[in-house]
C-alpha cells in the first residue's frame, strides 16, 4: 500500500524519494530542479529537500517551481547552530524520504549543487534491479579545471578495473571509482539495515558504502548513472570536494600520496580467492590460511559471521603485510598502467 499523505489524507503513488540537503544554495538549485523535471522513462517520484539552516532565499525558488515541475516537492527546515554537519544534514533528508515513502519505497540521494543526467532516475532504478545499493559517476562541470584532480580520479577509475579483472561479480557495472552520495540510490529497507548515513562532517557516503561491503550487500558502481556537480572552490562541507579542490590549487599535487597499486591487487586477489573458497570452507581454510597469511582459526571464525560470501571476502582478507606502501601519483600511474597489461600476475 502507498504511504499516506497526511497533508490530504489520501495515498501517495510515488514510492521513490530523492533526498537532497540544501544549505543556502538559492543560486544553484534552478538547474536542480529544472534537471529533476527533464527525467525521463521515469516513475512518480518526490522530491524531499531537507533546508540546512538557510539564510538565503532557497525556500522562494523552491516556491516558484513547485506548482511547473511534474513532481511532487516536500521540504522540511532544520535550524542548526554552528559547525555544519554534512553527514548530519543527508540523514535528515533521507529521513523524510523514509517518512513520505515507507519501507517498501526506494531512496535517491544527490545534492543540491548537482545535475543528474536526464536518465539518472531510470538508470538508477534498473541498477537496483541488479545489486542492493548502487553509486554513479560524478562527472565535475565548470568552473576551474583541476588536471591533478583529473589524475587522480582517472588513478582510482583504473583501480576500479583492476578490481573487477581480479574479482569479477556479477552484479558490477562498468565500474567507476566513485562513492559519493552526490548519486547513490537504494531502497528503505536497506538503508535501515545499514543503521542511515552517520553524523558526521564528511565522508558519511564512504562509511555507507563501507558498511554494505561488510555486510556483504552488493555495491554496483554503474558508469550509466551519471550526476554533474560544482566544481566550486567554496563549499558547504567541511572537507568535501570544494576544500580537496582548494588545496590540490595550492599545492599542485605535490602532496598527493597513492596506494600502491600492487598492494591494492594483493587485497584484491585474495578477496576472488576467499570468495571462491566459501562453499567448501570445511576443506578449504587451511589453504586460504596460508594464501592470507593468518590463521586458520581467525578464518573459520570471521566465515561463521559472514552472511555470505561477499561478506566473507571483505571481512577475512587482511591488510598487506608490512603495511600498504604510499606513492606520489607518478609512481603509481605508471605502476598501475603495468598491471592492468597483465593482470593475471597479480591474481596468483
Do not use: K
Not at 511547473?68 to 547552530?81: C, L, Q
Not at 599542485?252 to 576472488?272: F, L, N, S, T
Not at 559472514?306 to 607518478?330: K, Q, T
Amino acid at each position: 500500500m502507498p504511504p499516506l499523505d497526511r497533508s490530504t489524507g489520501t495515498r501517495r503513488s510515488a514510492a521513490i524519494a530523492v533526498c537532497i540537503p540544501a544549505r543556502n544554495e538559492a543560486a544553484l538549485l534552478p538547474a536542480l530542479l529544472d534537471a529533476l523535471a527533464r527525467q525521463t522513462n521515469a516513475p512518480p517520484f518526490v522530491l524531499c529537500l531537507l533546508l540546512d539552516a538557510c539564510t538565503d532565499d532557497s525556500e522562494t525558488v523552491i516556491a516558484g517551481y513547485r506548482d511547473t515541475v511534474p513532481f511532487e516537492i516536500v521540504t522540511r527546515s532544520a535550524a542548526h547552530a554552528g559547525t555544519p554537519n554534512a553527514g548530519r544534514a543527508r540523514a535528515a533528508a533521507m529521513a523524510l524520504g523514509v517518512e513520505l515513502v515507507g519501507e517498501a519505497g526506494v531512496l535517491l540521494s544527490t545534492d543540491a549543487d548537482s545535475v543528474p543526467a536526464a536518465d539518472w532516475l531510470a538508470t538508477n532504478l534498473a541498477a537496483l534491479d541488479l545489486s542492493d545499493i548502487v553509486t554513479g559517476r560524478i562527472v565535475r562541470s565548470g568552473g576551474a579545471a583541476s588536471p591533478v584532480q583529473d589524475r587522480i580520479e582517472a588513478y582510482y577509475d583504473g583501480l576500479a578495473r583492476l578490481r573487477r579483472l581480479l574479482d569479477p561479480v556479477p552484479w558490477e557495472g562498468a565500474p567507476h571509482h566513485y562513492t559519493s552520495a552526490a548519486s547513490l540510490g537504494c531502497t528503505v529497507r536497506t538503508y535501515a539495515a545499514l543503521g542511515g548515513f552517520a553524523a558526521v562532517a564528511a565522508g558519511e557516503d564512504a562509511r555507507l558504502i563501507d558498511l554494505a561491503y561488510r555486510h556483504g550487500l552488493r555495491v554496483r558502481r554503474d558508469d550509466r548513472v551519471r550526476v554533474e556537480t560544482s566544481t566550486r572552490r567554496t563549499g558547504r562541507a567541511l572537507g568535501g570536494l570544494a576544500d580537496h579542490l582548494r588545496d590540490l590549487d595550492r599545492t599542485g599535487g605535490q602532496a598527493a600520496r597513492m596506494a600502491h597499486p600492487e598492494d591494492v591487487a594483493w587485497r584484491y586477489a585474495r578477496h576472488a580467492r576467499a570468495r571462491a573458497v566459501w562453499g567448501t570452507l570445511d576443506t578449504a581454510a587451511p589453504s586460504l590460511a596460508v594464501v592470507l597469511q593468518r590463521p586458520e582459526a581467525d578464518i573459520r571464525a570471521i566465515a561463521a559471521e559472514a552472511a555470505n560470501a561477499e561478506a566473507f571476502a571483505i571481512r577475512v582478507v587482511p591488510d598487506v603485510p608490512g603495511g600498504e606502501r604510499l606513492v606520489d601519483l607518478d609512481t603509481a600511474e605508471l605502476a598501475l598502467a603495468a598491471l592492468l597489461s597483465r593482470p593475471a600476475r597479480m591474481a596468483a
